[in-house]
């Protein structure tokens, strides 16, 4: 095969939805001889810019039909764009069929995943599957040898450079184009698999899942290393609509790293689940200090004293935008990461003095009973579960012992039980006053969380200088529940007055006997909330 070392650019087919450049890339195309052609909204848009345009119909000499529908499906179409320049045969059927070839494409499809994004009709969605702009954007990636094929605005400039600087597209731009194309139409398709997937499986059968698994994802950071520097690490998109992290704004700071993109994720996800002000502080995915109050200057006081050692170069989270008063509290210790829905410019201001402070944006707050899918990579495979968004049901909850919590313990025990849900297993929350007074996680046992938990809050306890530890009149949140009365026993000796657990241990009644006896109060929820 003799391919070109630089492709000249003398004809264009240019047809996209997001029309975002394309006047300005068009224009330049068309001041360097390049003659267009193009389709619709996108023709229209370019001849009123001023921009000649001969439209894809008197190519083919066939009008578009049935709305759009077909248009591109041509052999004047798709065989000046599969044609093989150096294949005698391809050139002879060329002439014998009035084929001329197509150096350029530009295109990107029918905007499918906004369309999903903000409705569930079915026959809006199935008019926004692309078939002619999937078609020719594999054709001229397959034919990158002889011809290029555009598929990002991004590159716009790439190509408007590389004609300026060198007269065409050399081969390994070609090569890098095409397989941005390719990437591009399988994400597409595996949108609209998943889609049909989601509205017709059995979900009986499927328990809610895919029944095949087909994830593509642009790589959207590159980061400097992973969770260690000998490891290599990328953030790669999934969701673009979703109030994330990786969606987020960033305002200041140096680049996110591996650690902290999964830190501030876990960070995120636990502010999310209340509704009054709250800040959670994260050090190394699990939550040191959590609190909600009527202020989230007095939020930030509360989930800061309950751990100020942990929190020294922490990833703080709020559910309210940032006001100035917080941050000028927040600014006086190191941190990593703030992530907030918003700020205003008195804040930002007082974090500029910290410029290599990470501040994210992210225009919301995450969802915490969404339906998702949570991926993890196994040796050979993928584990894929449905997303832990279980939420509090009054209605299933049941008090099991004699005594039954206050209305002030009920409330601390559903702050308490919703951090569980957010920290390593096993798991063990004491919280009081709507502030989290210790933490214990990812114990091998549960009674080594209980009795951790206790130990920092009588560090806290000496740190402050406090009478008693804050777990003296606290309640107790177990992610799963206790097999032995030991760690309920550990948790009652750390001062606690009502527990909150699953229950479904063969010895719950053991253990409620050992509340009853204790004279505490202690709630069921039926549900678990592991977090490996």
Known sequence: MTTPAILPINTALISVSDKTGIVEFASFLASHGVKILSTGGTATSLRNAGIEVTDVSDVT???????????????????????????PDHRQAMQAHEIDGIDLVVLNLYPFEQTLARTADIDALIENI?????????????????????????????????????????????????????????????MISGWLDSITTDQKSSDG????????????????????PHQKAGYYTLDTQTACVGNARQIQGKALSYNNINDTDAAFRLASEF??????????????????????????????EADPVSAFGGIIAMNRPLDSDTAQQISAIFSEVIIAPDADEQALEILSAKPNLRVLLTGGMADPAAPSMAIRSVAGGLLVQTADNGQLDDSAMKIVTEKHPSDAEMADLK????????????????????ISAAIGAGQMSRVDSCRIAAQKAQDMARHHDWPAPRTQGSVVASDAFFPFADGLLAAIDAGAGAVIQPGGSMRDDEVIAAANEAGIAMVFTGMRHFNH
């Open 130 to 190: 692309d078939i002619g702009g999937p078609a020719m954007t594999r054709a001229a990636a397959k034919n990158h040898e002889f011809v290029g094929i555009v598929t990002h605005p991004d590159d716009y400039q790439h190509v408007c450079d590389a004609i300026t600087e060198q007269g065409g597209l050399d081969g390994a731009m070609r090569r890098k184009l095409a397989q941005k194309a390719f990437a591009m139409t399988a994400r597409y398709d595996q």
């Open 275 to 304: 509704s009054a002000p709250t800040i959670a502080i994260i050090k190394h995915a699990n939550p040191c200090g959590v609190a909600t109050a009527d202020r989230l200057a007095d939020a930030w006081q509360g989930a800061f």
């Open 209 to 228: 899942l895919p029944s095949e698994l087909h994830l593509s994802a642009p790589q959207t950071m590159s980061l400097r290393y992973g969770e260690n």
């Open 415 to 434: 702050m308490a039980w919703r951090i569980a849900k957010h920290v390593k297993s096993n798991a063990i929350v004491y919280v009081k006053d709507q």
């Open 61 to 87: 000499g066939f009008p578009e039909i049935m709305d759009g529908r077909v248009k591109t499906l041509h052999p004047h179409i798709h065989g000046g764009i599969l044609a093989k320049r150096d294949n």
